[in-house]
């Protein structure tokens, strides 16, 4: 198969485009670099069945290439990389997912878009099933990424009813593992990172918000049943653990995964709109892909320290207290 994957240098793409060549499949990694990085594809650009276009999704592509199928995940993700350039981040989803649609149109390909969990915002429904709508803030500070998603969806399900596109559209909770950027923010990636160097572990507010975390394995094999799922079934579908854990917690058991660290807790104020809960109910899933999470967060957040001790051991130098 031939498969194009926006985003394919960021955290998740890397992995599913690394899946594919695996399995000896045609890889096109569409990446304008701007939150994806190069060392998450530096192994795949040594495969002749990978190709890199270094490009945003806001311009049009014109791949006439018999795509087989296309996952749209191309979107700067953590709150601070996406409230960084808030236009672009609402362009990228609106815009760039238009664009990638009309692809997958003229080459008949199937296409899943990488939604979010914020398309609920702070939800009112616990857990959230993909029935409940939302409690978005239209006009704040994550509306740039939770808005855009929302409007994505619809454009998905617009091609479905005007062009019969074949789509998928899966709601990722939050997700961690090897390929996170140290330095996008996101609460995972912060609280080992700061452990690993001695600085404190910034918990915003009380900590008390909760959240619900996936590891990337479960999801990589989540987003190919979908893909690939005989029925066609388009979703919205959840993907994400349900194990919910509160902020706090999650320091606090990194700090004992880290035994050496030197680290404290230090809060800090919680971002505006920040939710309070998240928590998929992926029963869904469960019914129509047979899929749910097997990876408990203890062992998901070993393998992520392992590799985040590797992929800091460069900027350790740039850090003389550890
Ligand atoms: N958070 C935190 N300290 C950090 C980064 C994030 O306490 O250094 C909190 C953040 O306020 C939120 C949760 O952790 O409640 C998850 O944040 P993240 O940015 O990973 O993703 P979100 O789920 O909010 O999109």
């Known amino acids: 198969m031939r498969i194009l994957i926006t985003g394919g240098a960021g955290f ?8 594919y060549l695996k399995k000896n499949h ?32 806001i311009r049009p592509l014109d791949i006439r290439d ?7 995940l191309a979107c700067p993700a953590s709150p601070p990389r996406y409230q960084k350039d808030p236009i ?4 990228t989803s609106v815009i760039g ?37 939302g409690n978005v803030n239209p006009t704040g500070i994550r509306s740039c990424y939770d808005e855009g998603k929302r409007a994505a969806e619809t454009l998905f399900f617009d091609y479905q009813r005007k062009y019969k596109t074949d789509i998928r559209v899966v709601r990722i909770f939050n997700t961690y593992g090897p390929n996170m950027d140290s330095e996008d923010g996101r609460v995972v990636s912060n609280f080992i990172t700061q452990a690993l160097r001695n600085e404190n572990l910034t918990v915003y507010g009380d900590g008390s918000q909760t959240r619900s975390f996936q590891y990337i394995d479960d999801l990589i094999e989540g ?5 690939n799922n005989e029925k066609k079934f388009p979703g919205p579908v959840n993907m994400g653990n349900p194990d919910e ?3 706090l917690e999650l320091a606090q058991k990194i700090l004992a995964l880290i035994p050496e660290s030197r680290s404290k807790i230090a809060h800090e104020p919680l971002p505006q709109d920040d939710p309070k809960q998240r928590k998929p109910d992926i029963r869904l899933a469960k019914e129509k892909l047979n899929w749910e999470p097997k ?25 003389p207290k550890v």
């Open 26 to 57: 045609e890889v096109i990694c569409v990446d304008d670099l701007s939150t994806g990085r190069k060392e998450n594809i530096a192994e795949s650009l040594k495969n002749q069945n990978f190709k890199f276009i270094k490009q945003d999704i």
């Open 66 to 72: 018999n795509l087989d199928q296309i996952y749209n």
């Open 12 to 19: 998740i793409g890397s992995h599913l485009c690394k899946y």
């Open 88 to 91: 672009f981040t609402l362009k």
């Open 223 to 227: 987003l190919i049943a979908m893909m």
């Open 295 to 319: 990876i408990k967060l203890e062992e998901g957040l070993k393998k992520t320290i392992e590799y985040f001790r590797e992929a800091l051991k460069l900027s350790f130098r740039k850090f």
């Open 97 to 133: 997912s238009l664009n990638i649609l009309e692809l997958a149109r003229k080459n008949k390909a199937t296409i899943l878009q990488g939604s979010t969990s914020e398309v609920y915002g702070d939800p009112k429904i616990h857990p959230q099933p993909e029935s409940y709508w």
């Open 245 to 247: 854990f509160s902020v």
